[in-house]
């Protein structure tokens, strides 16, 4: 929010009070609080009528530092802030009669009493400042106060009551991440506001709001609050990232890395690491699409194709029409088209699939489940008290269940076990951005702040009874909302795109944005859910869904079943689908490492190469993992361009060999794109191509890629649980291979890729050794 002219002039209806100096510090556990006056105090008396922030300062974890900036504090938001757990370590505090300054780890936070501005200071270098009216409390549209006879006293509750503070970017410095944003992934100059919208891939609007940005220069912040926080990315002040709430009081926290994996790691141990997906999620998903008419017999059809096709299919999707119509989401079957689901269930289940099914949190009027929780105040309910919130918006007098309400939520999750029992392995949790603000909750939350925050609720509910009747490790949900903390009951996907290259490529870009928010898992409409792709297209948008960490087809109106798209198109699925599931090994000990750490499956290039400047803008290719590198085709000719970082990368379609450190170019079939392995890379190479839930360690072929001499690469293996089954590192000294293992690796093949040389031996024991000259 903008609270200035420009830079002479505040907006008319700003009241702006910022702080002047430090008057009084006081020491606390692991930090202290500074009282920062509005104006200087140079005597006593000057300290009446005026008003200050108490702002305190505290280690929140190794190289964290959270900073709150408290105004009134008897003001009561009415619903908590996010679910953090700090782990403060040891910290120093130093005072002079110039400053105060907190130090945990590398990172310093440094108080000039002077001024109450404070600069944050890592290695000896300053990374951001809080400077001359950075820090602010704002009084919006007050009205005058009088003390007259004839009119009572007007105070600051006449008037919305804003926190602000702004922190300096330097000039070549780059904002990231704010959630899945579809906008370019760099976010200076771009105003955005934490608000769920149910808005497509098309604009500003985003369905997974993350109150957090990474620097390029090794730091991140994240605003702990619900509500609508929002931050102007040096478009207010192009030299500062501003961010407001309302309220009276904001709390923030500042991570240094200096590697941003290192910020993420930080921040998801803060706020949850994701659970891991069972391995089997991680093949080809179909759905029969949202909007299309299907029925059990329509259904079988498709994966009797798929099986004739030899395509590698291993979960199957109804979406909403596994309901009748008006009654969704009553979470009844439709026995007009499916008859007996428990049977059909078994028989998908038989074939080795595994079956997912569409919900949402609303539920219609025309439905039993309605009437119940209606009698019994399980939904939102009318600010005004007059009943039960309803709108005729996708359902006919739907209504929205409060997970606030414990007794709501149960039943919620009794209806939905009842689904999971008939036989229903996962559920794609659709919508739960569409909160109103002019409801009641049960617990008295604020709507306003509780519109973000419910998707957290629902899919937590979700998640949990999925847990309790799949096992643990085996649940896995498919959610569109998300707010912090939902990374811990994965997965999501991108929403609503178009049919089109530049919507694929506002998909890739909020899928980068979103992983740079503290998300590990993440998928999308494969084509594009309106509208219908072209061949061209859905061969090119394949290639990227399957080298994502998820894929699956899906769309509105029309099935994306690959024969419909030609011939081509079901070779080019089973060709990327049959790769997908030979890379599970390396891919699936990604997943381990993102449910240990934190860190994402898939990554920007600024997330693996930030002391590269040249891929500090870069959004059109990225990383899957640190080992390789994808550069989706966004054109009708098959052109792309692509940058290849330093070092020398392998053209994995081809094995030709190629120096980085520069930009490339080509044209590719649909059967190739940009996929290249980076240098002196151990890749686990799986014995299977039919499923992506298989052992491991059976028949394993690692691959070393372009060994460097004198460094060691070093890969660790995962069985199909995600538990460890290996840890190797090899070495090359120009003359000689050496591999060694912390378990025997008997019956593992080992394959050097050199620039077309190629080198295969079987290791043994724990350590085995070849000659190679290179």
């Avoid at 002039?9 to 006081?26: F, G, Q, S």
């Avoid at 996708?394 to 269940?401: H, L, P, R």
């Avoid at 080992?750 to 190679?772: F, H, I, M, P, S």
Wanted: with cysteine; aromatic share 12%.
């Amino acid at each position: 929010m903008k609270f200035t002219e420009g830079f002479w002039l505040r907006n008319e209806r700003a009241d702006a009070h910022y702080t002047a100096e430090v008057y009084e510090t006081k020491r606390t556990e692991h930090g202290f609080t500074a009282l920062m006056p509005f104006q200087k105090t140079l005597a006593r008396n000057q300290t009446i009528d005026i008003g200050a922030l108490t702002v305190s300062f505290r280690a929140a974890a190794h190289n964290a530092v959270t900073v709150t900036l408290t105004h009134h504090a008897g003001y009561d938001a009415k619903a908590p802030l996010f679910d953090v757990r700090e782990t403060p370590e040891e910290s120093v505090v130093s005072e002079t009669d110039e400053e105060i300054c907190l130090t945990t780890g590398a990172l310093s936070v440094r108080v000039s009493k002077a001024d109450g501005t404070y600069q944050f200071e890592a290695d000896g270098q300053v990374i951001t400042r809080c400077g001359f009216r950075n820090a602010a409390y704002i009084r919006w549209d007050p009205k005058p106060a009088s003390y007259g006879p004839d009119e009572r006293y007007l105070s600051e509750k006449d008037c919305t009551p804003y926190m602000l503070t702004e922190l300096t970017i330097r000039p070549d410095e780059k904002i990231y991440g704010l959630g899945e944003r579809f906008t370019e992934f760099v976010k200076n100059g771009q105003q955005v506001d934490m608000w769920n919208e149910d808005g497509g891939t098309a604009s500003q609007r985003a369905y997974k709001n993350i109150p957090l940005y990474l620097s390029s220069k090794g730091y991140g912040v994240f605003v702990n609050d619900p509500g609508d926080v929002s931050f102007e990315v040096g478009s207010e002040k192009a030299g500062a990232v501003g961010f407001s709430v309302k309220g009276e009081s904001m709390t923030y926290t500042l991570f240094y890395g200096p590697d941003l994996k290192d910020v993420l790691r930080t921040y998801t141990g803060m706020t949850g690491r994701p659970a891991l997906p069972p391995a089997w999620s991680f093949g080809l998903w179909l759905s029969t699409s949202f909007t299309t008419s299907y029925d059990e017999k329509s259904v079988t059809a498709m994966i009797d194709e798929m099986e004739r096709r030899a395509i590698p299919l291993s979960v199957l999707y109804l979406d909403c029409f596994w309901m009748k119509e008006f009654r969704l989401c009553g979470m009844e079957w439709d026995k007009a088209v499916f008859p007996d689901p428990e049977a059909m269930l078994a028989r998908y289940h038989a074939r080795g699939l595994k079956v997912g099914c569409w919900i949402n949190p609303y539920v219609a009027q025309n439905t039993a489940m309605f009437e119940e929780g209606a009698e019994k105040g399980y939904f939102l309910m009318r600010r005004d008290g007059r009943g039960v919130w309803q709108t005729d918006h996708w359902q006919y007098g739907m209504a929205i269940v409060d997970f606030t309400n414990p007794e709501a939520r149960r039943w919620w999750q009794e209806h939905l076990r009842a689904v999971l029992r008939a036989g229903i392995d996962s559920v794609k949790l659709d919508f739960g951005e569409r909160i109103p603000v002019d409801v009641r909750y049960a617990d008295g939350s604020d709507p306003v702040r509780m519109h973000n925050r419910y998707t957290l609720l629902y899919n937590q509910a979700a998640f949990e009874v999925i847990e309790e009747e799949k096992g643990r490790g085996q649940a896995v949900v498919f959610s569109r909302s998300a707010t912090v903390g939902s990374q811990r009951f994965p997965l999501h996907w991108g929403g609503d795109c178009y049919a089109t290259y530049s919507s694929m490529a506002e998909t890739l870009r909020g899928g980068l944005s979103f992983t740079m928010s503290g998300f590990s898992f993440w998928s999308h409409d494969i084509s594009g859910f309106e509208s219908t792709a072209t061949p061209d297209l859905y061969k090119r948008w394949v290639q990227f869904g399957l080298l994502s960490s998820h894929s699956r087809l899906h769309g509105s109106t029309s099935y994306r079943v690959p024969w419909l798209f030609g011939e081509e198109a079901c070779d080019v699925v089973r060709a990327f689908v049959q790769l997908k599931c030979r890379l599970m090994p390396y891919l699936y000990g990604l997943s381990a490492e993102a449910h240990e750490t934190g860190v994402p499956v898939m990554r920007s290039m600024v997330l693996e190469f930030g002391d590269d400047p040249a891929v500090l803008s870069l959004e059109m290719q990225y990383m899957l993992g640190s080992a390789l590198l994808v550069a989706p085709v966004f054109s009708e000719e098959g052109t792309a361009r692509f940058y290849l970082p330093d070092g020398r990368w392998t053209e994995w379609f081809s094995g030709r060999t190629e120096e980085g450190g520069r930009w490339r170019s080509g044209t590719y079939d649909y059967f190739s794109l940009p996929l290249y392995v980076r240098e002196n890379t151990l890749l686990p190479y799986g014995s299977r191509d039919d499923r992506p839930d298989y052992d491991y360690r059976k028949e394993l072929e690692i691959r070393w890629y372009t060994p460097k001499a004198g460094e060691p690469a070093r890969v660790r293996l995962v069985d199909m649980q995600g538990e460890p089954a290996g840890d190797l590192e090899a070495v090359w000294d120009g003359a000689r291979l050496t591999v060694r293992s912390d378990r025997p690796m008997d019956g593992l093949r080992l394959t050097v890729l050199d620039n077309g040389r190629k080198l295969e031996t079987v290791l043994t024991g724990r350590e085995t050794q070849a000659d190679y000259a290179g």
